[in-house]
């Protein structure tokens, strides 16, 4: 068998470079990005290296064909990744969640160039007013294979010979839009039996959960008259702590700082008289499996009702892919997205619902505590995204 390595700037130019040299019958090992040049690891520019494989006698049709690359680029069977997982079964755990996490980047990278390769919609062939809806989609940094998508079922609405005013295609672009946010779900408590609701907040470091978290709480207690508590995991940072004290006190509730996950069960367990208890995580790595470990610990000992994965808008859309696919062992329930008022461009929010099929909870648009915080508006989201600029 001969094994070579491939680099390039992207994933699709690696691909090509495999299928030209080795041929169909190439077999994909690993894949990584990693840094070239720059200075002492700084101003470097990411390259994709792509280590595959074929056989040096290519083996008779009657064999059990080997997936090729063109295959595993076009529609990243799971099959494959599945293989690697049975070649990981006798290594250490260590070394299973290296692979473990080699394997969701490389799951990301397929994803992103199967969209691209699906959108194939040929923009100059659309009606004049679809090809200007184009182009506001991809300015607001929709995904082309969503855009192409949702234009194409328009098509079908509206199909080419037939002229069509253009406030009715916007309106119908519109409504597209708001069938794959869908409506909004906040926290909510039930008016019978068991109402008290648990409410974890996680995500990447500095996204705003201790603010976020600070808001849900102000304005349950003040605005909803529910009883409410607060109980901080994040120790990391002696800041965060204080804040929330601080919130605390100045909102006239309980701040519980825990430690570990069985700190974390007692302090919930000490308050069943409350409405709502709000929990705030640290920020973590989404690239450091221990500390992913840990905050899953934490999770299971606090048994809630509700996960938020809290994003920010201003991170770029491929972070956003990544830090969802780092999180796909939590049963997250809804979205929240911050600093919406720090962007001008709001497509991904269209494309990670479409992709996570999760629901949006909140959004925050500033920094006061309470006012800076809101139920979802899809309608709202939709408007911004189709607004020209």
């Given at each position: 068998?001969?094994?070579?390595?491939?680099?390039?700037?992207?994933?699709?130019?690696?691909?090509?470079?495999?299928?030209?040299?080795?041929?169909?019958?190439?077999?994909?090992?690993?894949?990584?990005?990693?840094?070239?040049?720059?200075?002492?690891?700084?101003?470097?520019?990411?390259?994709?290296?792509?280590?595959?494989?074929?056989?040096?006698?290519?083996?008779?049709?009657?064999?059990?064909?080997?997936?090729?690359?063109?295959?595993?680029?076009?529609?990243?069977?799971?099959?494959?990744?599945?293989?690697?997982?049975?070649?990981?079964?006798?290594?250490?755990?260590?070394?299973?969640?290296?692979?473990?996490?080699?394997?969701?980047?490389?799951?990301?990278?397929?994803?992103?160039?199967?969209?691209?390769?699906?959108?194939?919609?040929?923009?100059?062939?659309?009606?004049?007013?679809?090809?200007?809806?184009?182009?506001?989609?991809?300015?607001?940094?929709?995904?082309?294979?969503?855009?192409?998508?949702?234009?194409?079922?328009?098509?079908?609405?509206?199909?080419?010979?037939?002229?069509?005013?253009?406030?009715?295609?916007?309106?119908?672009?519109?409504?597209?839009?708001?069938?794959?946010?869908?409506?909004?779900?906040?926290?909510?408590?039930?008016?019978?039996?068991?109402?008290?609701?648990?409410?974890?907040?996680?995500?990447?470091?500095?996204?705003?959960?201790?603010?976020?978290?600070?808001?849900?709480?102000?304005?349950?207690?003040?605005?909803?008259?529910?009883?409410?508590?607060?109980?901080?995991?994040?120790?990391?940072?002696?800041?965060?702590?204080?804040?929330?004290?601080?919130?605390?006190?100045?909102?006239?509730?309980?701040?519980?700082?825990?430690?570990?996950?069985?700190?974390?069960?007692?302090?919930?367990?000490?308050?069943?008289?409350?409405?709502?208890?709000?929990?705030?995580?640290?920020?973590?790595?989404?690239?450091?499996?221990?500390?992913?470990?840990?905050?899953?610990?934490?999770?299971?000992?606090?048994?809630?009702?509700?996960?938020?994965?809290?994003?920010?808008?201003t991170t770029k859309y491929k972070d956003m892919l990544e830090i969802i696919n780092s999180y796909s062992d939590i049963p997250l329930t809804k979205l929240v997205f911050t600093k919406l008022d720090e962007?001008?461009?709001?497509?991904?929010?269209?494309?990670?619902?479409?992709?996570?099929?999760?629901?949006?909870?909140?959004?925050?648009?500033?920094?006061?505590?309470?006012?800076?915080?809101?139920?979802?508006?899809?309608?709202?989201?939709?408007?911004?995204?189709?607004?020209?600029?």
């Amino acid at each position: 068998m001969r094994v070579k390595r491939y680099v390039a700037e992207n994933l699709q130019d690696a691909m090509l470079k495999v299928k030209m040299d080795m041929g169909k019958d190439a077999v994909i090992l690993h894949t990584r990005k990693f840094k070239e040049g720059g200075f002492f690891g700084f101003f470097g520019k990411t390259m994709v290296e792509v280590t595959a494989a074929v056989e040096d006698n290519p083996i008779s049709p009657v064999s059990q064909p080997k997936p090729t690359a063109q295959k595993v680029a076009n529609q990243a069977q799971v099959h494959s990744f599945a293989t690697f997982k049975e070649k990981a079964g006798g290594v250490d755990d260590e070394r299973n969640a290296d692979l473990q996490a080699e394997l969701q980047e490389m799951k990301m990278l397929m994803y992103e160039m199967k969209s691209q390769m699906e959108a194939n919609l040929d923009a100059k062939s659309l009606p004049e007013p679809l090809q200007r809806f184009h182009q506001i989609l991809i300015d607001n940094e929709v995904e082309e294979a969503l855009a192409a998508k949702i234009l194409k079922g328009l098509l079908k609405t509206y199909p080419a010979e037939e002229p069509v005013e253009g406030h009715k295609l916007k309106k119908s672009l519109e409504q597209s839009m708001l069938k794959i946010l869908r409506r909004p779900k906040p926290i909510t408590f039930k008016k019978q039996g068991l109402h008290q609701q648990v409410v974890a907040l996680i995500g990447p470091t500095g996204v705003g959960k201790t603010t976020t978290i600070a808001k849900l709480a102000a304005t349950f207690s003040i605005v909803d008259k529910k009883k409410v508590a607060l109980i901080t995991a994040d120790t990391y940072r002696v800041a965060a702590v204080e804040q929330l004290k601080t919130y605390g006190e100045i909102i006239g509730i309980p701040v519980n700082v825990v430690y570990t996950p069985e700190e974390l069960r007692d302090s919930i367990g000490q308050h069943t008289d409350k409405d709502l208890i709000l929990i705030d995580t640290a920020g973590r790595s989404h690239k450091n499996v221990a500390q992913m470990a840990e905050l899953k610990a934490y999770l299971d000992a606090a048994d809630a009702t509700e996960i938020l994965l809290v994003l920010s808008a201003t991170t770029k859309y491929k972070d956003m892919l990544e830090i969802i696919n780092s999180y796909s062992d939590i049963p997250l329930t809804k979205l929240v997205f911050t600093k919406l008022d720090e962007t001008s461009t709001y497509g991904a929010i269209l494309n990670i619902i479409n992709k996570t099929q999760k629901h949006l909870s909140y959004v925050t648009v500033g920094q006061n505590v309470p006012d800076d915080i809101e139920i979802a508006d899809p309608e709202k989201i939709v408007k911004m995204i189709v607004k020209e600029r």
